[in-house]
């Protein structure tokens, strides 16, 4: 499914130099927003924003001070923005013992602290005009928790109820946001993590069917969407039998 007709707004994405963030600008335009893509690598992000007809702004989200300047520079050019996708994120596999300081902040800055820190910059704009759209892309290990991925799951439930909260905050005032909630993605991202995905279920679904999942519950005004849908079960489980959840996790992983 595509997103309704867009024309007229501008929509922000991040990561979109890659993957899920590629994918979800080329829907946007497609659909007739003005599209303005970050994310690190200049010359993939430029790809993104030509095959868009958009702007390119590189940005390393890790600094605070970038990420506030990328805010600015946008709302100086566009004006405005009606579609926030704070989609950028980095994983890091292996145990916490093994993680530096600076690998540490450098997920919890760009997975966590810079949606918040964009989403605060652009959500004055949204609530004068009483519209607009916040995706979040989330992930499953921060519903259920990974072994050997302690600080992404971290920074993803922390996503996940920043989510919750500020929707929490702005319901009534035409705000919609949304949390995908991916398994698993046919992307570099495990590749960059360093350790490839290891198991066979849940499958791999494609960057694209990531990108519609979540833009269809953006402008359908879906609180969250599992990709694949049958993962909210684990997530029911979870909450509602800790205990039968955990002797299961021990024993499938
Ligand atoms: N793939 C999966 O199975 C999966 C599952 C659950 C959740 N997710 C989430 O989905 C989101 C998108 O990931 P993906 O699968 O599409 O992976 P990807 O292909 O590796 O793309 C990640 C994107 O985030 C950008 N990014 C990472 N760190 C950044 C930083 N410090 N500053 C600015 N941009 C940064 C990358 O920019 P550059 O390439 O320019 O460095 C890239 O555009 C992430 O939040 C990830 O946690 C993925």
Known sequence: MRPPRLDGTVALVTGASSGIGAAAATRLAAAGARVFVTGRDPDRLAAVADAAEGTAIPCDLTDPDLTAALANR?????????????NAGQGWAGPLTGMTDGQIQALVAANLTAPMLLSRAILPGMLSRGAGHIGFVGSIAGRLGVREEAVYAGTKAGLSVFADSLRKETTGRGIVVTELVPAVVDTPFFVRRGRPYPR?????????????????????????????????????VRATLPATYRRLADRYG
């Open 74 to 86: 946008v709302l100086d050019v566009a004006g405005r923005v009606d579609v926030l996708v704070n």
């Open 200 to 236: 066979r279920r849940p499958r791999p679904v494609t960057p694209d069917q990531a990108a519609a999942a979540l833009l269809t519950g953006m402008f359908s005004g879906r609180h969250e969407v599992c990709l694949p849908r049958w993962m909210y079960l684990p997530i029911m």
